[in-house]
């Protein structure tokens, strides 16, 4: 009578490392892209959203047949198949010619004309249509946080942009340092900002929240903690946000933005209750001599990204 002995299995620790390891690499990726990606709470990224999503469908033409044949061809053409005939004068199929130049053909002009036609319909330069006026804001990339203008308003901040739901938002952006790009995921698109020019985004959300903003070029080694909270709150809220800045927040000179300009990461949003008026427009002159530059001076050539 054979006796059940309990077999007790080892792996050793550099095999364990490897089974562990790519789990603690992606569970922060999907974390981040469940926070950052979904769901759109904007007009602009529902819209983009969905182009993605038809890009996927389209290439799936392409990708669901190779998946599907590459396992069926090697079972196919296996050595001890007797049905896989054995063929090597054959060159040349018809239908095979077709299926291989003209499905991705096809795919391509598909893409080619969604991507066209919607990249026209999301420029970022375009206002949004509304009964009421944008908000305006002013947009500063500095090493390695992100300073907010707002020129109605008189106030500024770093690393929170603060703004009304359903009123768009016209974004005026620059940097005083190298070039950036913001992002913000769930709202709008992508934009670059460069020192000495502007760009412009248009955006508007439709339902209160705080967002992820962040900086997706590389620019140092503060480059990773460069990210903003993008709040979304009622206009009485707004209203009332504004009110509390102006009474409690710091006043802003040169002497104050030198320091909030310094090469370091601001782990804490700074609210400033007065700014210097033309900061905006002198932080893009200096790369000029200081000439005055026109409003809504044009970027270089593909320096803007559409949504």
């Known amino acids: 009578m054979h006796r059940w002995v309990p077999v007790r299995v080892q792996l050793p620790a550099r ?19 469940a926070t950052s990606l979904t769901p759109p709470a904007a007009p602009i990224a529902s819209a983009e959203r969905k182009l993605l999503a038809e890009a996927v469908a389209v290439m799936l033409f392409v990708v669901v047949p ?3 044949l590459t396992p069926w061809v090697a079972w196919r053409y296996r050595r001890r198949n007797p049905r896989g005939r ?7 199929s018809w239908l095979l010619e077709v299926l291989i130049w003209g499905v991705p053909a096809i795919v391509v002009t598909v893409l080619g004309y969604k991507v066209w036609t919607r ?9 949004l249509s509304a009964d009421t006026a944008p908000l305006e804001v002013q947009v500063v990339g500095l090493d390695w946080k992100w300073l907010f203008i707002y020129p109605e308003q008189h106030i500024a901040t770093v690393n929170a942009l603060v703004f009304p739901v359903g009123r768009p938002v016209h974004l005026q952006l620059t940097s005083d340092s190298v070039m950036v790009s913001l992002l913000m995921p769930r709202l709008a698109g992508q934009i670059y900002a460069m020192p000495g020019m502007t760009t412009q985004l248009s955006f508007q959300a439709d339902k209160a929240g705080r967002y992820l903003g962040e900086n997706t070029q590389y620019n140092g080694s503060g480059f990773a903690n460069q990210r903003f909270t993008a709040q979304a709150m009622p206009p009485q ?17 040169a002497a104050r933005y030198a320091k909030v300009a310094a090469r370091e990461v601001q782990d804490q949003p700074l609210y400033f209750s007065q700014v210097q008026d033309g900061l905006f427009d002198g932080l893009v002159a200096k790369y000029h001599g200081h000439s ?16």
Request: glycine share 8%; net charge neutral.
């Open 15 to 33: 095999r364990l490392a490897l089974l562990v390891l790519p789990l603690m690499l992606g569970l922060p990726a999907l974390q981040a892209a």
């Open 237 to 253: 809220d707004f209203a009332t946000w504004v009110q509390g800045v102006r009474a409690n927040g710091e006043r802003m000179d």
């Open 292 to 307: 005055h530059l026109p409003a809504n001076h044009p970027p270089a050539a593909g320096a803007a990204h559409g949504h």
């Open 66 to 68: 190779v998946f599907v």
């Open 86 to 92: 054995y063929q090597p004068g054959w060159s040349f």
């Open 119 to 127: 990249t026209q319909a999301l420029d970022p330069y375009h206002r």
